[in-house]
């Protein structure tokens, strides 16, 4: 409740003569070039991303309230061989501050990154992200173009539960950017950025998610049809897991595809794999649907489980027929196209985040 209150007391100060100078410094061209990371920095940061153990080095030490808003601290720390100290192997590999080279120092320093130290720097929290989201969007409707919905959330669990992870993004494309966790240093690497992803692609694999949960809640409506309660309870896990998994890495793998610099086989296959992942390509949700379950149906070589299995299998599949039948809305049948009628491919993709990316930095000349 108290990062609410704060958030609040935020949005009436900055109506207010008392922080005119912080709130003013969110689109100032003069104070947003101070504690920048320097293009030197972010040379030798960078440069290496793809293959380096950076994410291993950093660890998040706390939060703070700047002036800006609430940040969180991320910390460079020392690793020798013989050193006490050994990095967490739950700390994926990640730069957590790769938002700043894809964005570009400005930019970055509009949503709250500061370099404090040599060894420490500030990264802004979710509110502050969507704070500054909201600023920017007043903007760019003002230009008239499509305005951000993708938004970040932290509900304080050191890894948000596959349920509310479907959920949160089926009823408000919200997003998990967890602050103080074990998960943290990856949720900064390779996340954030994520809100550069067309509308309309959101649109799409929020409705495929928004199918997963209904077919989810169609089968337990079933569970007595079925008969078979272990079955159901690993299939409905494995179904739950590939949509999380989808939304994962759909937004996540956007990161390391824009900091390559080189239109190599690895970029193209980068690029083919997020947009596979966050909407299979395009599909409708009701072709979705029919893929993860298809994938999630459990299969056994032991001849006496196989029979069993195969009951279960083309009994799930008649209760998969009878619900897309049930989905009378038009949207849950619904491709992504282009405006001239035709098929939304990779590269329509990649063009439009693009150019999203360049509309909010023309905001800020």
Same mark, same amino acid.
């Given at each position: 409740?108290?990062?609410?209150?704060?958030?609040l007391?935020?949005?009436?100060?900055?109506?207010?003569n008392?922080?005119?100078?912080?709130?003013?410094?969110?689109?100032?061209?003069?104070?947003?070039?101070?504690n920048?990371?320097?293009?030197?920095?972010?040379?030798?940061?960078?440069?290496?991303f793809?293959?380096?153990?950076?994410?291993?080095?950093?660890?998040?030490?706390?939060?703070?309230?700047?002036?800006?808003?609430?940040?969180?601290?991320?910390?460079r720390?020392?690793?020798?061989?013989?050193?006490?100290?050994?990095?967490t192997?739950?700390?994926?590999?990640?730069?957590?501050?790769?938002?700043?080279?894809?964005? !570009?120092?400005?930019?970055?320093?509009?949503?709250?990154?500061?370099?404090?130290?040599?060894?420490?720097?500030?990264v802004p929290?979710?509110?502050?992200i969507?704070?500054?989201?909201?600023?920017?969007?007043?903007?760019?409707?003002?230009? !008239?173009?499509?305005?951000?919905?993708?938004?970040?959330?932290?509900?304080g669990?050191?890894?948000?539960?596959?349920?509310?992870?479907?959920?949160?993004f089926?009823?408000?494309? !919200?997003?998990?950017?967890?602050?103080?966790?074990?998960?943290?240093?990856?949720?900064?690497?390779?996340?954030?950025?994520?809100?550069l992803?067309?509308?309309?692609?959101?649109?799409?694999?929020?409705?495929?998610?928004?199918?997963?949960?209904?077919?989810?809640?169609?089968?337990?409506?079933?569970?007595?049809?079925?008969?078979?309660?272990?079955?159901?309870?690993?299939?409905i896990?494995?179904?739950?897991?590939?949509?999380?998994?989808?939304?994962?890495?759909?937004?996540?793998?956007?990161?390391?595809?824009?900091?390559?610099?080189?239109?190599?086989?690895?970029?193209?296959?980068?690029?083919?794999?997020?947009?596979y992942?966050?909407?299979?390509?395009?599909?409708?949700?009701?072709?979705?649907l029919?893929?993860v379950?298809?994938?999630?149906?459990?299969?056994?070589?032991?001849?006496?489980?196989l029979?069993?299995?195969?009951?279960?299998?083309?009994?799930?599949?008649?209760?998969?027929?009878?619900?897309?039948?049930?989905?009378?809305?038009?949207?849950?049948?619904?491709?992504?196209?282009?405006?001239?009628?035709?098929?939304?491919?990779?590269?329509?993709?990649?063009?439009?985040?693009e150019?999203?990316?360049?509309?909010?930095?023309?905001?800020?000349?």
């Amino acid at each position: 409740m108290a990062k609410y209150i704060y958030f609040l007391a935020t949005l009436v100060l900055c109506n207010s003569n008392a922080l005119a100078f912080q709130c003013g410094d969110l689109f100032s061209p003069a104070s947003a070039l101070s504690n920048l990371f320097s293009n030197q920095e972010l040379t030798d940061i960078f440069g290496k991303f793809a293959t380096s153990n950076y994410g291993r080095f950093v660890e998040a030490i706390g939060s703070v309230q700047t002036p800006d808003g609430p940040a969180v601290v991320f910390k460079r720390v020392s690793y020798r061989p013989n050193s006490r100290y050994r990095p967490t192997t739950l700390t994926i590999k990640g730069n957590p501050i790769a938002a700043v080279a894809i964005l !570009g120092p400005k930019l970055a320093r509009i949503f709250g990154y500061r370099k404090i130290s040599e060894t420490e720097f500030y990264v802004p929290t979710p509110e502050r992200i969507n704070f500054v989201i909201r600023e920017i969007n007043s903007l760019l409707v003002k230009k !008239g173009l499509e305005p951000i919905e993708f938004n970040f959330y932290d509900d304080g669990r050191p890894e948000t539960p596959v349920d509310d992870l479907i959920s949160r993004f089926a009823d408000t494309l !919200g997003f998990p950017l967890t602050t103080n966790s074990p998960l943290t240093v990856h949720d900064y690497a390779f996340h954030v950025v994520a809100f550069l992803i067309p509308n309309k692609v959101f649109a799409l694999a929020r409705r495929q998610s928004q199918m997963v949960k209904k077919f989810i809640d169609f089968l337990e409506k079933k569970r007595q049809n079925i008969n078979n309660d272990k079955e159901l309870d690993f299939f409905i896990t494995e179904v739950k897991a590939a949509r999380a998994i989808d939304t994962d890495i759909g937004t996540g793998n956007l990161t390391p595809l824009l900091l390559r610099k080189n239109y190599d086989k690895d970029y193209w296959s980068i690029l083919s794999e997020i947009y596979y992942h966050l909407v299979h390509r395009g599909a409708s949700p009701k072709k979705y649907l029919v893929d993860v379950v298809k994938s999630s149906l459990p299969w056994s070589k032991i001849r006496e489980l196989l029979k069993l299995k195969k009951t279960f299998r083309s009994t799930i599949l008649e209760l998969l027929e009878e619900f897309n039948e049930s989905q009378e809305s038009s949207q849950f049948e619904q491709s992504l196209t282009n405006a001239d009628g035709s098929k939304y491919v990779e590269k329509d993709y990649l063009r439009d985040i693009e150019q999203r990316l360049k509309d909010i930095q023309d905001l800020f000349p």
